[in-house]
Structures are given as C-alpha cells and as structure tokens.
C-alpha cells in the first residue's frame, strides 16, 4: 500500500511539472544576414558589423524582447579606452507585445514615466529611460508600410574614470575624473495586428551621428510578411 501512495505522490508531482518543461523555442532565426521573428512573421536585414542576439519563449508566453542587434565595430570615448572606464555599445533593441495601444498613446505613457520616473508598462521599464531619461522630440513616420511615432530621448550618466593620481592626465582630478554625458536613444513604435511594436536604438552622444545612419539602414529594412503577401495577391 505505501509503494501503491508512493507512486500516486511521484506521477502528481510529474504531471504538476510538466507545464515547467514546456519546451522553449528561439525568438528569431537568422540567416544570410536576415533575421526573422519565428512568432510575428517580419524580418529585418542586419550587416555583418552587427551582431544577432537571439532569446527564447514558450508557445504560450511570447517573449517581450524579441531580438537585439550590438555593433560589432563601436568606437570607444578616448579617456574610456585610456583608464579602462565604462562606455555604451550600439545597440537595437526590438520589444513586442499583445495590445490595441496605439504608438501616440505608448509615447505618451513613455514621456509620463521619464518626467514621474515610474511606469507599469514592462516595455518602458526595461528601457533604461525611467529613471534618467529626457524627452527631445517626435513625429509621425511610416515604417514598415504601417503608421508608426519616431522620438528621440536622452539618457543622462556619469563615467567615472579612476586612475594614478600622479599621472599628469589625472593630476587635477586628484586620480578620479567624472564626466557627464549622455546617450541619445532613438524610439520606433507602431501597432500592427494587434501587436505593439517598440524598436530602440541607442549610442552615446558623442558618437550617435555615426551610429544613426546604420540604425536607420537596419530599421528601414524591416517587412511584415503577412502584408507583402497580400500585395503579391493583389
């Protein structure tokens, strides 16, 4: 009788699992340099420089970050590279989530949570904005055939640059130098069958007018599938 409740214990507890084990699959695929969402069916061509990270999801639970391309070729500030001290990596990031919100109404949230420094969106939360960021502008566009919102924000941080204090670069610093800059990050948003779309590109200030062209090339290559399809059928 005790193997008999011993069994009956073990089979809950594996069936109790098996929701946890559901197995994951990657959120996009990327080849010849064309990186396409396995789940919302649009891709995006990515040059060489940048490189394809990819995350993974559960059928029923997307994930809200679906793919994020990082420069492979940045340039780096020249007291950074000098003393070892932090500095931001080009990046794009691509989030997407199940809503009716429109774009002007997403922007509207985002420009609320930089001024509030809070939000209950997990979108905006995770980037990076809330707590230092500054809105610059925005506008209408089209991206990808659908209506979308551009803005531009700035994101506010201190380098802190440690090193000899004997060395006559750092001498008046006493051997630690902080420098306020900025990263300028550029925010794509649209809605499109039901899914909002945020696409952010960020760089530091000091190098953004470079990165911003290849940020450009990369977005303005983006397709819905769905919708060239219905162009062919027409």
Do not use: C
């Amino acid at each position: 009788m005790l193997k008999v409740k011993g069994f009956i214990v073990f089979a809950i507890v594996v069936l109790l699992a098996i929701p946890s084990m559901a197995k994951k699959v990657k959120t996009v695929e990327e080849k010849d340099g064309v990186v396409t969402d396995l789940r919302l069916n649009y891709t995006l061509t990515v040059p060489n420089n940048w490189k394809v990270k990819k995350y993974k999801e559960k059928e029923d639970e997307p994930a809200l970050m679906r793919t994020m391309f990082s420069q492979k070729n940045y340039l780096v500030n020249s007291d950074a590279k000098a003393f070892d001290g932090d500095f931001t990596i080009p990046e794009i990031q691509i989030y997407a989530m199940q809503t009716d919100m429109t774009p002007e109404a997403f922007f509207d949230s985002l420009k609320s949570a930089v001024k509030a420094h809070d939000s209950k969106l997990d979108i905006i939360n995770k980037m990076n904005l809330v707590i230092s960021g500054e809105f610059i502008q925005d506008r209408e566009i089209t991206l990808a055939g659908v209506h979308s919102m551009q803005a531009y924000f700035k994101r506010n941080w201190d380098r802190h640059i440690q090193g000899d204090p004997n060395d006559p670069r750092l001498r008046q610093y006493g051997g630690l130098m902080v420098q306020s800059i900025h990263d300028v990050h550029v925010v794509y948003a649209m809605n499109h069958n039901g899914w909002l779309f945020v696409i952010q590109g960020i760089a530091e200030a000091e190098f953004f007018t470079r990165v911003e062209p290849e940020f450009n090339q990369i977005i303005s290559t983006m397709v819905f599938n769905d919708m060239e399809q219905a162009e062919t059928a027409e």
